[in-house]
């Protein structure tokens, strides 16, 4: 089972594309990885994974996340879709190299666009979208110590087992009488980033007789395999229970700080540092052969940008979503149409009729010379058409924006957000292969299906290269990656 799936050159393209437009003024900064590099990293890459494989270990969640034989709590919910990360201020007081986000203010608390003043509210968020799983973040969450307890203890009493809760911090508050506080407060798991103090666990050793879950989680940085292996050492008779390691990703506000380090870069969804992953699998590799027995995890950035991203959406779309639409597997809101004269359109709406097809599951747009029908209907689309698809994406505002379609949604008798979808691929008709699409989609349950259907019409002389791009858009919008991201 390899590691990874190797993308097509039109998506490379577009990876190219789009990282080029969100580091536009950064050109001269990035070094990016050569070819030789990418395909000797690959190289090493797929001789860790069958190691790994070899020694137990359990790939998941399309292969972007391993080793998850013995995955926290916490863990499992994010990758269920069931957790809110709350983040109780943007300030912290230490200066990491990998931070992705400025944090230099005390602010209100904030989640998913959305500010709570007071922990009543945001217990009434969870409530009505029933997460089971909460994280405090920050910044630094000791910054704002009293706020920080109050909140857990707020949470954990309304909740009690029912909700799992969390706390990331880097250690360098705690003492032997808050971290019993805490304790106290009822907190199900701690998170310690010790990457920022040179991976020192004597905060999280000092933990670990009062939460009943403490967690090592930290950026695998290249360069610091030896420190990482001595680390795995402390962890196995410490009583730590899980080490997490996180691919290191570039963004505007770390960018310089990367650079300077002399590390090179992958492109991608988002920018990635090339060396980051092998560190990470090489260090699972180690605690395997070396028996260690507390649970190990790399969590990729595809299966961040895959499986977090689609559990907002998820959780956003199934208030916005339409009868003629449908959400799909990556959480998208997936609208399919044909466009023709009114005449044809109303040829296809009698065919409806005359089928019996439920009259929800269609809708026609005079004025946009369109039909909108759900895929469920896609089998009575027995004639050539201007077959096309439209794809949203959607977030939640405090207020109303009055720029997308938008449900209210009640939090509480005080407040109610705004739930938007708003267009990401716009009147995508395809007139060679739409059909085929078509007919093909309703069976494929995977990328892996959509790359094969590609293959099959790829090579059709009469398609244009525009109609080939928006069909790798489409993948894009349709399914999660699988595997991790290639190398180029």
Known sequence: ???????????????????????????????WTSNK????????????????????CIPDYNNTKIDCSNLSTGCKLCAAGLWSCLFINNKCNINCFYCPAKQNEISIPTTNNLVFENVSDYIDYL????????????????LTYNKTLNWIKSIKKHFGSKLYLWLYTNGTLLNSDNIKEIADSGLDEIRFDIASTAYNTDKAEMSVPFIPNVTIEIPAIPGDTNKLKNLANKID??????????QLRCTNYNIKKL???????????????????????KLIEYVKESNFKFGINYCSFVYKNSFQGKATRVRVAQKLVNQHESITNAGYIRALFIKDNHENLEKIENIFK??????????????????????????????????????????????ISYANYFVEIPINNKIKVSAEKYIILKDCILPKTGKLLLSELPNMASEKDYYNFFKKIENINDISYEEKENLIKIKNFEFLRWGLQDYF
């Open 354 to 399: 005359k089928e019996k097809a439920d009259s929800s599951l269609y809708k026609v747009f005079p004025y946009k010379n369109k039909l909108y029908f759900n895929i469920k209907l896609a089998y009575l689309i027995n004639k050539d058409f201007n077959i096309g698809v439209e794809y949203y994406s959607n977030t939640i505002f405090q207020r």
């Open 1 to 31: 089972m390899t590691a990874f799936t190797q993308i097509h050159n039109i998506e490379k393209t577009l990876f190219k594309q789009s990282n080029a437009i969100e580091y536009s003024g950064f050109e001269s900064e990035l070094k």
């Open 127 to 142: 409530e009505t979208f029933k997460f089971k799983g909460c994280s405090i973040s920050g910044g630094e969450p000791m």
């Open 259 to 281: 650079t300077n380090k002399g590390f090179s870069f992958i492109h991608g969804p988002k920018i990635l540092v090339s060396d980051s992953e092998n560190t990470a699998l």
């Open 37 to 56: 590099k990418a395909n000797l990293l690959k190289k090493q890459r797929e001789k860790i994974w069958k190691s790994l494989l070899n020694h137990g």
């Open 237 to 246: 008779s410490s009583g730590i229970k899980y080490l997490n390691l996180h």
